[in-house]
Every structure is written in C-alpha cells, then in structure tokens.
C-alpha cells in the first residue's frame, strides 16, 4: 500500500513558504502535485490571496504583452538616441531571408527576436520586465519562439511561464535578480534559467531535466559582470540577452538529451550569491569598470554627455 | 518576492528603476499635489540627471505627472501631450551627493509661478519608489498604501476628528505623520490607511472649517501597474 498523499491537507495551508527549488521538489511529492507550474501556481494563489482563476488570467496577460514586445520589435529598425543601438534585428532578418543562417532557420530566428525584443526595450517600448528590463528579452525572444516553432499549444506555454517565474523567485530568494547587487549573472544569467527550464517544460515533466536545464544556463555564466557603456540598457546587454537567449535554448537541449547536472539548482544559485559579494562595485552596474570603463566606451559617453539639450 | 515580481511589471523600458520608477515618482507627486497641472519645474538628480536622457527619464516622470501609466506607450510622446494640455513644463539637472542616486524633486506652480507645491521622490530599484519630501516636509511613502493627506490650520484636536471619523468608518490607521509649517501656522497629517478612504469622508474633513485642504490617493497596485487589460 502506498503512502497516503496530503492532498486534502492543501486546503487548509495558507501560506507556502520555500527556500529554493529543492524545497519546492519536495512540497510537490508531498503534496502530490504532478507539474512545477501547477506547483507555483498554487504557491502564488495562496500567497497572494488570489484564486488561481486570477492567477491564470494575469499570466495570460503577461504572455500577451511579451507577443506584443516581440511585435513591436519586428516592425522596424530599433534605433536609439545614443546610435548604439542600430537596426540589430533588422540585420538578422535579412540575413535569414537571404538563407545566410550558419545554425538553421530556427535557431538564428531565436537571435534575430531575442534582439528585436531586447532593441525595443532600448527604444522605449512596452516591454515585460521578466526578470528584469535589462534581460527582458531572453523569454521573449528564445521562449516564445521555440515553442511557436514546435506549434506548442497556448494552454501549455501559459503554464511554462510559471516554471520560469517559479525558477526566478528560486533565485530571488536565495540570491538576487539584480545587476546592481549581483552583476548581470544575476540578470541575464536568471533570464536563461528561466527560459532554459521553462523549454524544458514543454517537452518533459521530467524534474530532473527541468532543474538541469537551469542549472547549466547560470553555471555558465557565473560572474558575468554589469557594465553597461553610459549607463545606458544598450552595449552590452542587447546581445547579452542573445547570449542568455542562446545559451537557454543550448541547457534546454542537454537537458532533454538526458545530460544532468552534478551540483544542485539551489547551490548553483548560492554559488553566485558569493560570487556577486565578492564581486567589485564598479562591476555592478555603476559603469565604472569592464566595458564601461574601456577607452572607446568612456569616449562615446563623453560624446552623449554633450549631446544633451 | 512573488512570481508576478519576477515575471512584471508590465512597463515601458528600459529601465525599471530609471523609467518605470520615475513615471510612478510623477504621478504620485501629481497625485499628491491633488490640483490640476498647469506649470511643472522639475530637477532630475545625480543618475537620474547623468544617465536620464538614454534611459527616458524626463519623458517618464512628465508622463506620470500627466498621470499616465508605468505601461502606457504615450510615455514616449509625453512631452506633446505636456504641451497639447497648455502645461509649462521646465528641467533643470543637478548633482547633489547629499541625494539619493536615482532622486527627482517636481515643484508644480500656477501658471504665474505662485504659490510652488514641492514634492521630491527617489526611485530604489526594481521599480519601487518612495515620496521623501513634500514642501520640505521629510516623509516616506510609497504608492503600496491607501493615503489621506490633510492640511489644517493648526489648532488642538483635529487629530482626534480625523481618528474618530475614520474609526466610526471601521478604516484603520496603519502610520500616520503630522508636522508644522511654523512660517504659515499651517499643519499637514499624512496617514497611511489599511482601508481607502471614501470620498464622503474626504469631502467631510473638507466641511471642517480649520482644514484647507484634502487629498486621499489609493494603492496603486495593480491598477497603475497594469497586469490586467481594460
């Protein structure tokens, strides 16, 4: 005879509260909850007050703004104020149309739409911050176009956001989605995760291949620093975000070919929680180092300065 | 954190502590002024002033101060609809290291200049802000609560017929300031409330003869952060 499961206990639980993805492993066999985003959308429901009918809707609605992103994105040549940021989406796509692609039509649409929703948050336009603006276009831009490719149904991309939120509040909580506390492991290097894990979902409920995809997008990523030219959203997280973009559609595809990973999801995050401790301020989004401080970068933003009214 | 933190908000980029922060800064200033805008000086401190213009910053704050919505599009055209409104709008950018990094001060004017309503608000990253100065008053307030302002001539006993009308209402005090204009003999009671206050009561302490004036502000949540359609 089986363990009898605490299913009817769920009721009357008003408060989850997890220190990391293990512990959210182990709520969903206590409770027997068979998918992660069935996991975190009742974590949010109960958390939050909200019946999950809401929880839902409010996803949906976040889905749609990130379709839109991608829309917006695509329609013409993102320029910005600074020049940085030319037409790095259009480029790709007419290099796809001329059958240029080196990795195949799919793949090199992942960069051209991680670009393009990267580009329009640059430009001002309406982005999804997920989990930040600076990385908002890693889902958007590999998550998004993936499943499209594969004609994954609505219902099970609404549920694969969940796994990617679920992964970032793992993070959250045991480090940080910040640049300015953590570098942009912590922003680009979170949005790969998530996206990586949320691929995952797609095809497999298979845990251990959720969580390895995860994994392996941050461990490569540990100590990525912030260090964007003028303070500006533009060089170089515009293709940081192709990074993160690329990087989660390579973890998604270990992952599912059955490679798993060694150190735990939880100690990969702790891992570059010490690591964005240790790590130099000017590294953190103060423009005071890496990149920013190059002679090329210190240039340009000596030129933007005058540029001002 | 919540997973609606992670994934959200929902907002205009690129930056949520330079755009999406300074847009909610102006339109809880906007809100707090409580009076139509007609002349707006605004100073964009330290990062706010550096790094400002790549990042949309004064386009974001008017568009609050125009009370549009950390999501909404128009941000971008903010200085047209600014215009299109007969709104004088001036910037000015300064560095103070006595400042908060990401710090905006909006003084609203008449038309004329007179009579300025200064509010100065700091963005603290992720999107959050905090109001921490009005007319040179210190406070802090985010947009996470139900707010009563009320300013008073200051004579005894008017805090206790805000509390009793609140209280008869079941509406809960959940932190409350008052402070003293000795120039103007003036008082102002900035409440934080568990519940909204309705606007009978608001126009109730309005009837008061020793108030001069009342604004409430609910929390903005969802509502200013979108995360639903209209």
Do not use: W
């Not at chain 1, 990130?66 to 104020?81: A, F, I, S, V």
């Not at chain 2, 005090?173 to 000795?182: E, F, G």
């Amino acid at each position: 005879m089986s363990v009898p499961k605490k299913t009817e206990e769920l009721d009357e639980i008003k408060r989850i509260r997890i220190h990391g993805l293990s512990d959210a492993r182990r709520l969903m066999e206590e409770y027997d909850i068979p998918t992660l985003a069935g996991f975190f959308v009742m974590y949010e429901s109960k958390n939050q007050e909200l019946p999950e009918s809401e929880v839902l809707s409010r996803m949906r609605t976040i889905l749609d703004a990130m379709r839109g992103t991608l829309r917006e994105g695509l329609e013409h040549p993102n320029r910005t104020p600074s020049g940085m940021i030319d037409g790095g989406a259009a480029h790709m796509d007419a290099f796809i149309q001329g059958d240029g692609s080196l990795v195949g039509n799919q793949f090199s649409t992942v960069i051209r739409n991680t670009l393009a929703a990267a580009e329009n948050n640059a430009c001002m336009g309406r982005i999804v911050a997920a989990p930040t603006a600076g990385a908002s276009g890693v889902l958007p831009g590999a998550y998004l176009t993936i499943a499209d490719g594969h004609h994954v149904a609505e219902e099970r991309i609404l549920q694969g956001l969940f796994v990617a939120g679920g992964i970032g509040e793992c993070i959250a909580i045991q480090a940080s989605l910040s640049g300015s506390q953590h570098g942009c492991q912590a922003e680009n290097g979170s949005a790969g995760a998530m996206t990586a894990a949320a691929l995952v979902s797609l095809f497999s409920e298979d845990q251990e291949a959720i969580e390895s995809a995860a994994a392996f997008a941050l461990k490569s990523v540990l100590g990525l620093v912030c260090d964007p030219i003028a303070g500006l959203v533009e060089i170089p997280c515009v293709k940081r975000n192709v990074m993160a973009a690329v990087n989660a559609v390579a973890s998604a595809e270990m992952a599912l070919a059955g490679i798993r990973t060694v150190i735990p999801f939880d100690e990969v995050v702790q891992a570059m929680d010490h690591i964005g401790r240790d790590m130099s301020s000017s590294l953190k989004e103060t423009s005071l180092g890496g990149l920013a401080a190059t002679p090329t970068a210190v240039r340009i933003a000596a030129e933007f300065k005058r540029m001002r009214p | 954190m919540a997973i609606f933190d992670v994934m959200g908000p929902i907002m205009i980029g690129p930056s949520s502590s330079h755009t999406a922060g300074a847009a909610k800064i102006g339109y809880l200033a906007q809100r707090v002024y409580g009076k139509p805008v007609r002349r707006v000086h605004i100073i964009l401190y330290n990062s706010f002033a550096e790094t400002g213009q790549g990042h949309g910053t004064d386009k974001a704050i008017l568009g609050g101060i125009m009370g549009l919505r950390v999501d909404d599009p128009l941000i971008k055209r903010s200085y047209d609809i600014a215009a299109e409104a007969g709104v004088d709008v001036v910037f000015e950018e300064a560095i103070d290291p006595e400042k908060h990094p990401n710090c905006a001060s909006v003084t609203f004017t008449d038309p004329d200049g007179d009579h300025p309503f200064v509010v100065e608000g700091i963005s603290v990253g992720g999107g959050s802000v905090k109001i921490v100065g009005i007319n040179g008053v210190r406070v802090d307030f985010s947009g996470k609560h139900n707010l009563l302002f009320v300013t008073y001539r200051d004579v005894p006993g008017m805090m206790a017929v805000l509390g009793d009308a609140l209280g008869t209402r079941g509406i809960n005090v959940a932190y409350a300031q008052i402070s003293r204009d000795k120039n103007t003999g003036g008082a102002m009671a900035i409440m934080k409330l568990d519940q909204p206050c309705p606007d009978d009561l608001a126009d109730y302490f309005r009837s008061n003869k020793g108030v001069t004036d009342v604004v409430t502000i609910n929390k903005l949540g969802n509502e200013y952060e979108r995360t639903e359609e209209d």
